[in-house]
């Protein structure tokens, strides 16, 4: 049987923007009397990521090339592959939380032999997808309280993902695994932490 085509799919790259801040509230700055010690120190700080998710590889977990090398990947068979919301459970029937449907793609062969049709590589690129991208918001709130000239105190009460948005991993790229393109891990949901330092 001819080998498919050559996969026509080209590495894309991978864009980020990441914002970082930091304000301290211009009020009441030398702390002077109470309302200076309740109201001033103030500040807020954060890091914003945008970020297109990380390129994944899709492989295959036997040995059909025969010549027993790593990464190994299937064939891409034509078509365009559509990429769907991990969030709905109704884009590809029996896969919940599904990021492509995997139907383009064919393993080598029907098993590890001459026989069965292996003895080659796949066809298929490496890392020429991305998994889903990032939108995280981390935010902090702190109070700084001078205890001397050169001490200070400050509480800090930190928001990790701040909106709880749902940060998913990348999917199964296994393509002999039942649950190929399926997304099943993702990253930590909200995170609230606080702290306090003492400089001197």
């Known amino acids: 049987m001819a080998a ?20 301290e509230l211009p009020f009441w700055k030398t702390q002077a009397g109470v309302h200076g010690r309740l109201l001033g120190g103030w500040g807020v700080s954060g890091i914003t990521t945008f970020q297109t998710g990380l390129p994944f590889n899709i492989t295959e977990p036997n ?3 025969l010549c027993s090398s790593g990464g190994q990947r299937p064939d891409y068979i034509g078509g365009e592959v559509q990429f769907f919301d ?34 080659r590589f796949g ?7 991305h998994g889903p991208g990032v939108n995280n918001w981390d935010f902090a709130a702190f109070k ?12 800090r009460a930190e928001l990790l993902n701040l909106f709880n948005h749902t940060q998913f991993l990348n999917p ?29």
Do not use: M
Not at 4 to 23: D, F, G, K, M, N
């Open 86 to 119: 991990p969030r709905s459970s109704a884009a590809v029937p029996g896969k919940p939380n599904a990021w492509f449907d995997g139907a383009h793609f064919r393993r080598v062969g029907t098993g590890n032999s001459f026989a069965l049709g292996a003895g």
């Open 4 to 23: 498919p085509t050559e996969a026509i799919y080209q590495l894309r790259r991978s864009p980020s923007v990441v914002i970082t801040y930091l304000h």
């Open 63 to 65: 040995d059909r090339c």
């Open 144 to 155: 700084r309280v001078a205890v001397k000239e050169s001490s200070r105190l400050e509480l």
């Open 123 to 129: 066809n298929f690129g490496r890392d020429v997808f």
């Open 172 to 200: 199964v790229s296994n393509v002999a695994d039942s649950e190929f393109g399926r997304i099943r891990d993702t990253r930590d949901p909200r995170i609230a932490q606080l702290s306090l330092r003492f400089w001197f």
